[in-house]
């Protein structure tokens, strides 16, 4: 971890999470900000229309532990949070989650990424973001993945230990970026479903259109260009949102160690596809 997200540690663990609340849970770069914006869209996109045009995404879903300065913490942007249901983002592995949430039985949407396309867009995002380690080059970043010595540490670990947590816990919805991809329609259907929400079929068309990711990119009030922390000449934070972008940035040779080390990691139980 970094002290821009665990200076606020103790508030953050002691935050009192209300039975309404929703936590969007995920590995970096897995589909937080674009499953974020369609709870946003399916819960206040009608009733709250100004805010789509007027407030940022990270203010409309705060980022739970985010303590960077000069800027509101994740817990003082939820205090003052004007809407209801609290639909909140966070990055933490499931034993991190405070407490509190488990208690409420708060409902907890996870979305998980292929390990490949999640490794290649976190080492995109480490280049841009001011506040985030320097990545160094891609040869030393692969190694640093797979040993889990990224912020957030082992994506093996966080993919794992959510799933397992599924498993005893009936109100997380293990969503699937690929999926996602491959049929965004259907995803959103599974998603009304969880929340025992019933738009009408407008509405969903009317969401799927407004979250394509090349509306999304060009949405300022979705694609972070408003957050100071992120250097876009770098790099874009919504870069390409592909399933396959991997076979771009892994050798052969890289591939063949990956797979081998992936088999000894991964729960069986998961399946994850790298090409659609």
Known sequence: ?????????????????????????????AGT??????????????????RQTSTPIYERVPFLERSFPNLDSGTELLEKLPTSPRIIKTHFPVQFVPKSFWEQNCKIVYVAR??????????????MTLTFPDPGDWNTYFQRFMQGQLLYGSWYDHVNG????????ANIHYMFYEDMIEDTGREINKLCNFLGLSPSEQLKTQISGKVNFDSMKNNDMVNYSTFGVMDFNVSRFMRKGKVGDWKNHFTVAQNEEFDEDYKKKINPALIFRTNI
């Open 1 to 29: 971890m970094i002290h821009y997200l665990t200076s606020n540690w103790e508030k953050v663990q002691s935050f009192q999470a209300r039975p309404d609340d929703i936590l969007v849970a995920t590995y970096p770069k």
């Open 33 to 50: 900000t674009w499953v974020s914006y369609i709870l946003d869209l399916l819960y206040f996109g009608q009733t709250s229309p100004e």
């Open 114 to 127: 292929n390990a490949k396309d999640n490794m290649v867009s976190y080492f995109h995002m480490d280049r």
């Open 162 to 169: 959510w799933w397992k947590k599924k498993q005893s816990y």
